[in-house]
């Protein structure tokens, strides 16, 4: 929810629950930074205090939801999510459902969020795809087991190594289209910089002429110039999104080694919340929608 309307409604959100906190005993503090969120309780010192992060539908997207946990994770602080329609509260527990910031996962394999981020290759450039459907092309990332021969790997990433089972060490990484696999990684760690041969495609921006150049990721070859974003995106490139690793997002604890806890956050009204890995790291708070005056 852009504009006016959305600040308005985190507002409105903002001042409801810093009103509760502050009865349940919170001294209650509103940075001035956009950098930190819109209001932090504290009740007492040894207990992690509470970033307040209102929700609009709109914001309740793993992207969004993801990023304020990290923020909070990284400065010892707990959240405190903050809704005022059932929708957006059964959004926000999916989200943090076990799997926590997944779309599933299975015999330790996982299957991602798409996130807003480009994929960066070893060389320079993005990972992209050509895309010839009507609309905007549907994106996935899963871990499997297949293929179980060399694949592409960042550095230092060991895609030969299996297991007792035999399968690999390292799950495979698979990349689909609308249903059709275009690339395929030994396992997240190779996304940090992944070889460009492992895209069909990758794009980047000449220092001379500013054109973006996309190249073909088997040779290099220079399949396509354009003078901007748009028109490159025109021709049928689009951009591989980066899928949302809750590891990469949230730090090595909330990987697929974390441990199983007691089911993860409360909310304020009783209910249970997040699954294993986000123990005690957010919580629900519900208010009432009230219409402007």
Same mark, same amino acid.
């Given at each position: 929810?852009?504009?006016?309307?959305?600040?308005?409604?985190?507002?409105?959100?903002?001042?409801?629950?810093?009103?509760?906190?502050?009865?349940?005993?919170?001294?209650?503090?509103?940075?001035?930074?956009?950098?930190?969120?819109?209001?932090?309780?504290?009740?007492?010192?040894?207990?992690?205090?509470?970033?307040?992060?209102?929700?609009?539908?709109?914001?309740?997207?793993?992207?969004?939801?993801?990023?304020?946990?990290?923020?909070?994770?990284?400065?010892?602080?707990?959240?405190?999510?903050? /809704?005022?329609?059932?929708?957006?509260?059964?959004?926000?527990?999916?989200?943090?459902?076990?799997?926590?910031?997944?779309?599933?996962?299975?015999?330790?394999?996982?299957?991602?969020?798409?996130?807003?981020?480009? %994929?960066?290759?070893?060389?320079?450039? =993005?990972?992209?795809?050509?895309?010839?459907?009507?609309?905007?092309?549907?994106?996935?990332?899963?871990?499997?087991?297949?293929?179980?021969?060399?694949?592409?790997?960042?550095?230092?990433?060991?895609?030969?190594?299996?297991?007792?089972?035999?399968?690999?060490?390292?799950?495979?990484?698979?990349?689909?289209?609308?249903?059709? /696999?275009?690339?395929?990684?030994?396992?997240?760690?190779?996304?940090?910089?992944?070889?460009?041969?492992?895209?069909? =495609?990758? =794009?980047?921006?000449?220092?001379?002429?500013?054109?973006?150049?996309?190249?073909?990721?088997?040779?290099?070859?220079?399949?396509?110039?354009?003078?901007?974003?748009?028109?490159?995106?025109?021709?049928? =490139?689009?951009? %591989?999104?980066?899928? %949302?690793?809750?590891?990469?997002?949230?730090?090595?604890?909330?990987?697929?080694?974390?441990?199983?806890?007691?089911?993860?956050?409360?909310?304020?009204?009783?209910?249970?919340?997040?699954?294993?890995?986000?123990?005690?790291?957010?919580?629900?708070?519900?208010?009432?929608?009230?219409?402007?005056?």
């Amino acid at each position: 929810m852009p504009g006016p309307l959305g600040d308005a409604t985190r507002q409105r959100l903002t001042d409801a629950a810093a009103t509760r906190l502050a009865d349940d005993g919170y001294e209650v503090s509103h940075p001035e930074t956009r950098a930190e969120p819109p209001a932090v309780a504290t009740r007492s010192e040894g207990e992690a205090s509470l970033a307040v992060e209102p929700l609009t539908p709109d914001d309740a997207t793993a992207t969004v939801i993801g990023s304020r946990l990290a923020h909070a994770i990284d400065r010892d602080r707990r959240v405190c999510f903050v /809704v005022e329609d059932d929708a957006t509260a059964e959004t926000v527990r999916s989200l943090l459902a076990d799997p926590p910031l997944l779309v599933a996962e299975r015999d330790g394999r996982r299957t991602f969020h798409a996130g807003p981020d480009r %994929i960066p290759v070893a060389g320079g450039g =993005y990972a992209c795809v050509r895309f010839e459907g009507l609309g905007e092309p549907t994106f996935a990332w899963r871990e499997t087991d297949t293929p179980a021969g060399p694949v592409p790997a960042g550095a230092g990433v060991d895609a030969a190594a299996v297991d007792e089972a035999g399968r690999p060490a390292v799950p495979r990484l698979v990349c689909e289209v609308d249903g059709r /696999v275009v690339a395929v990684l030994a396992g997240v760690e190779s996304l940090r910089e992944p070889p460009a041969e492992a895209f069909p =495609y990758a =794009y980047s921006r000449h220092p001379d002429d500013k054109r973006f150049r996309v190249r073909r990721g088997a040779d290099g070859a220079v399949v396509e110039s354009a003078s901007g974003f748009a028109p490159m995106k025109s021709a049928g =490139y689009v951009p %591989i999104p980066m899928p %949302i690793v809750p590891e990469h997002v949230l730090g090595p604890a909330y990987g697929p080694d974390r441990g199983v806890g007691s089911g993860g956050g409360r909310e304020g009204d009783g209910e249970d919340g997040a699954g294993p890995g986000l123990d005690d790291a957010w919580e629900l708070i519900r208010v009432d929608a009230v219409d402007p005056a």
